[in-house]
């Protein structure tokens, strides 16, 4: 049922239609397109506006028209109401534009929140591995302190006792005159030779004072040196000079490295050969440390939280810390192989260790 704005829709329609009809097409048309804005602010649709169009050329059609003359009229009509739904397909253009763009932003609203889940989760995880490697830190630290602790009670402790007793010696055999003391003096001196060879390892495996003075080659050679004497491993050594071009705290990467990759052989692997090889890359340094002993689970070392030594977890932190790349193989019959290279541009994020 139409109410009374249609109705007077409908006469408007009517009437420029009449007008349309009987010549004045540029005055119709234009008619036609305000009567197109009018029926969308009604909310007619197309349906209802060719029924409007339908009923007003009816009621315009002479009584008795002929065929052609119907035909005539209705092709005079077409272009009239044609521009009358122009605005109406035009807000159903808008309309679906907005429609897609609203299924756009849908889309990447939903895409934007699994962005951030995933950001959220990789967070949730880095913050994971991170408490569990401080705890490694203070683990490994008691550790090493522990071990150090034991060994100045256990070795410089003693032979600084030791020492005191032969002075007491030497002390007593001086008030007698006639008594050699060459063979006790020969015995305190080699003591107190130990006691600093011993103080000099333990401040070599803490902090090498020849890598800052002298360079990471050379405080690589006298640590190997001294590891084959330990062990008994042979280690062959090839590097290139121009890695003491790197800065400080890479070159001490390089440095503790290699000396924990080498103090893990030592304790585990039960290797006889080892070779470690430092070379340059088109961008950097890379750094390869490889072992002829027992292979072992790569990836089940790295996710233990058994393990209270730093091993392998604490070498890719130093890595990653410069901007390098860590990586670690390991196969039955083929031995351990790390990896790392370290790009010669300035670190993403310096440190010293």
């Known amino acids: 049922m139409l109410n009374s704005k249609t109705i007077t829709f409908s006469r408007r329609y009517l009437k420029a239609l009449r007008i349309c009809l009987k010549g004045n097409s540029r005055q119709g048309v234009g008619a036609a397109d305000g009567l197109g804005c009018d029926a969308i602010g009604l909310g007619l649709e197309t349906i209802d506006l060719a029924r409007i169009h339908e009923h007003a050329l009816t009621t315009l059609t002479p009584v008795n028209c002929s065929v052609t003359k119907l035909e005539e009229l209705r092709d005079q009509s077409t272009p009239f109401f044609l521009k009358a739904l122009a605005p109406s397909d035009e807000g159903s253009g808008r309309l679906k534009r907005e429609v897609a763009k609203r299924h756009s932003a849908e889309a990447a609203l939903i895409a934007s929140e699994k962005h951030h889940r995933l950001l959220l989760k990789q967070s949730h995880d880095m913050e994971q591995r991170l408490r569990h490697l401080s705890h490694q830190v203070l683990s490994a630290q008691e550790e ?155 990836d089940r070392t790295l996710l233990s939280r058994k393990n209270k030594r730093l091993g392998l977890i604490g070498m890719r932190e130093r890595v990653e810390m410069v901007g390098g790349r860590f990586s670690v193989t390991s196969a039955p019959g083929k031995g351990t192989t790390i990896g790392i290279q370290i790009p010669f541009q300035a670190d993403k994020k310096p440190s010293r260790r």
Not at 182 to 193: A, D, F
Not at 220 to 226: D, F
Not at 264 to 278: D, E, F, S
């Open 144 to 298: 090493e302190r522990k071990l150090i602790s034991r060994e100045l009670h256990d070795q410089i402790a003693q032979m600084l006792v030791g020492i005191n007793a032969h002075l007491a010696t030497l002390k007593n055999a001086a008030a007698l005159s006639g008594i050699s003391l060459n063979r006790t003096i020969r015995n305190t001196q080699r003591m107190v030779e130990k006691s600093v060879d011993l103080v000099h390892r333990f401040a070599r495996e803490l902090r090498p004072s020849i890598l800052d003075d002298l360079g990471l080659i050379p405080a690589l050679q006298s640590y190997l040196k001294s590891f084959s004497a330990r062990t008994g491993v042979l280690v062959h050594f090839t590097v290139f000079a121009a890695v003491e071009q790197l800065n400080g705290d890479k070159r001490t990467v390089l440095y503790r490295v290699a000396q924990e990759a080498l103090t893990n052989v030592g304790q585990h692997a039960k290797a006889t050969h080892i070779t470690l090889t430092i070379a340059k890359v088109s961008d950097g340094v890379e750094m390869h440390i490889h072992d002829n002993g027992l292979s072992f689970d790569v």
